[in-house]
């Protein structure tokens, strides 16, 4: 029945990336995390989106198959990822659609983005959350949405923490008071869903 209604709700699309993610250990967005997002961009008509953390590009491409006049800024600091990625946009003949910025978005100079956005989708270093969702917002125009991804993160955030190293409970406790924090922010409404890995969606209304 849950292969039934995956076909109904949308093709398949870019499974070699897919398969390539598996084979490589490349994390990308759960299925039904990445039809959430595309149903939000969708919804709000989303044409400017920042992207942070490109990995091999299949959230980009997916974000840009929706509609021929998005464009997408996507930041990826790790060198093979960034190979990787720029392979399949020019396979898929969407490279006019995504602009890859090679760096560390903790460093990357604002001037080189785009004056506003319409959704930004965080989706890197889990433990810098909140300084990504802090600097980028600046960007975000009212109205606008960021999607957040990976927020409860294996099913570990607020659960048992005994079997897992220590490094990772450091990392679980980051990413848990980045989601008090986001509930605490009086300019977002932030919605938490337990779709794919988890996700926040946060809607700027101020």
């Given at each position: ?16 990336l ?19 997002l ?48 720029i ?42 959350y ?29 659960g ?6 220590k ?20 300019d977002?409404s ?16 101020k």
């Open positions: 029945m849950i292969d039934y209604l995956k076909k109904l709700n949308e093709p398949e699309l870019y499974q070699d897919v398969e390539y993610a598996i084979n490589n250990k490349v994390p990308i967005i759960k299925e039904d995390g990445l039809w959430l595309k149903k939000i961009i969708r919804l709000v008509n989303a044409k400017n989106i920042l992207e942070i953390g490109s990995a091999i590009g299949y959230s980009a491409l997916h974000m840009a198959s929706i509609d021929g006049d998005i464009q997408i800024d996507t930041i990826e600091r790790d060198s093979k990822m960034i190979e990787q990625a392979e399949n946009f020019n396979k898929y003949d969407l490279n006019h659609q995504i602009n890859l910025i090679k760096g560390d978005a903790l460093e990357l100079d604002l001037d080189t983005l785009r004056s506003q956005y319409d959704l930004i989708f965080i989706d890197a270093a889990k433990a810098q909140q300084k990504f969702f802090l600097k980028y917002t600046t960007l975000l125009k009212k109205g606008g949405i960021v999607v957040t991804d990976n927020i409860i993160y294996h099913q570990l955030v607020n048992h923490h005994n079997n897992i190293s490094n990772t409970q450091s990392l679980v406790k980051k990413i848990d008071a980045y989601n008090h924090w986001l509930q605490s922010l009086d977002y932030t919605t938490f869903l337990s779709i794919g890995d988890g996700l926040a969606i946060s809607e700027r209304i």
